[in-house]
């Protein structure tokens, strides 16, 4: 074991010794059911506290990568050749969505920045939208992104639109009718009746306990699959390190794309958010999210991020397409971005879920 802790760097030594550790799980050095280094071994050669070491570990095992076991330490459960269900039960019908904290963006705030926002920006707010989206927005998403998601992309893979449904029917006008669509079962019943009013032919692929099971992904004939990694709806599974690379693994055979609805992963309650199908794979991943649960309803503000490779793809197919979103609402969903409130309500509201789960 060759860990070690750079005390000149800005990032916690817990994270780097997390890194350090997934690192070594992903490219074999510990293999699927490998015990892993004890967390006083690992304090005691990286001269960091065993608090420290313990919580690297807390955050492999919220991704999947490892599982604590009493009284015998921690053992990998990662494998990038197959997936192997984690050691629970799990009722994939039940909605298993949190309820019972208030999410709810403060309306205070919004209502100081959409003055702000009028006040500095005046008639601009009329102008047309460029058809991708204002520039300010796409360069607010994608510094939000890089530092909050490990996604490092450039503002031009970024599109706005008014919602998932409609993102949906880009992607597919984008990536084109002939290819079916691999969907979660159970999954949000309005994400399969978008595809099939954009004439797309829909797969249902059976959930188990740590993503869409293996047996369901090999017999597919799709070549696009649509997942919700993060507490899919209605059965609240979230998918584990090894199904995530299972999927990634999928697309590239198939030479496919995956469509990453990261919906609702802003209020996980891990210390760490998932990594992301696109941070992992972002040539066969497009990435899409809403502020509709983060900051309202009635914010029909969504963005997919497009790999490099499908932008000239898109732009020649639906590129022409105007922006849905007014200009207001995008200068105030930049303004909130930049200046920190929206990152500050997302703390604010895993604050609660992770005392609500105590």
């Known amino acids: 074991m060759i860990y070690s802790i750079d005390k000149n760097k800005k990032e916690a030594a817990y994270m780097q010794l997390y890194k350090q550790i997934r690192e070594d799980i992903v490219?074999?050095?510990?293999?699927?059911g490998a015990k892993l280094p004890s967390k006083r071994l690992v304090a005691t050669e990286t001269g960091v506290s065993v608090i420290t070491a313990e919580h690297a570990y807390n955050l492999l095992c919220d991704e999947g990568y490892a599982e604590s076991r009493q009284r015998s330490g921690y053992f990998v459960i990662y494998s990038a050749e197959a997936c192997?269900?984690?050691?629970?039960?799990?009722?994939?019908?039940?909605?298993h969505s949190y309820h019972n904290v208030d999410t709810e963006f403060p309306f205070s705030v919004y209502c100081k920045t959409v003055r702000k926002v009028l006040t500095e920006y005046a008639e601009e707010v009329l102008v047309k939208?460029?058809?991708?989206?204002?520039?300010?927005?796409?360069?607010?998403?994608?510094?939000?992104?890089?530092?909050?998601?490990?996604?490092?992309?450039?503002?031009?893979?970024?599109?706005?639109?008014?919602?998932?449904?409609?993102?949906?029917?880009?992607?597919?006008?984008?990536?084109?009718?002939?290819?079916?669509?691999?969907?979660?079962?159970?999954?949000?019943?309005?994400?399969?009746?978008?595809?099939?009013?954009?004439?797309?032919e829909c797969e249902m692929l059976k959930m188990g306990s740590d993503g869409i099971k293996s047996t369901e992904l090999e017999k597919a004939k799709s070549t696009v699959l649509h997942v919700t990694p993060f507490n899919s709806f209605p059965s609240g599974v979230t998918a584990t390190a090894s199904k995530r690379s299972e999927y990634i693994r999928w697309a590239k055979e198939r030479n496919g794309y995956i469509v990453e609805d990261d919906f609702d992963s802003e209020f996980t309650v891990s210390m760490k958010v998932a990594d992301t199908l696109f941070s992992l794979d972002s040539e066969h991943t497009v990435y899409m999210n809403t502020f509709s649960k983060t900051i309202a309803p009635s914010v029909r503000i969504g963005y997919m991020v497009l790999p490099l490779g499908l932008l000239e793809q898109y732009e020649k197919t639906v590129g022409f397409y105007s922006c849905t979103v007014p200009m207001l609402e995008q200068y105030v969903l930049a303004e909130l971005i930049e200046n920190g409130d929206f990152e500050r309500h997302i703390n604010r509201v895993r604050r609660k879920r992770r005392n609500n789960k105590i």
């Open 129 to 200: 939208s460029p058809n991708n989206g204002c520039r300010e927005l796409r360069q607010a998403i994608a510094s939000y992104l890089a530092r909050s998601r490990g996604i490092k992309v450039e503002p031009r893979q970024i599109i706005i639109g008014s919602g998932a449904e409609y993102l949906y029917s880009i992607i597919v006008q984008t990536l084109g009718r002939h290819r079916g669509v691999a969907i979660e079962d159970p999954s949000y019943e309005k994400i399969r009746k978008v595809y099939i009013a954009n004439g797309v």
């Open 27 to 32: 490219n074999g050095v510990y293999k699927f």
């Open 84 to 95: 192997f269900p984690v050691s629970r039960n799990f009722d994939v019908t039940k909605n």
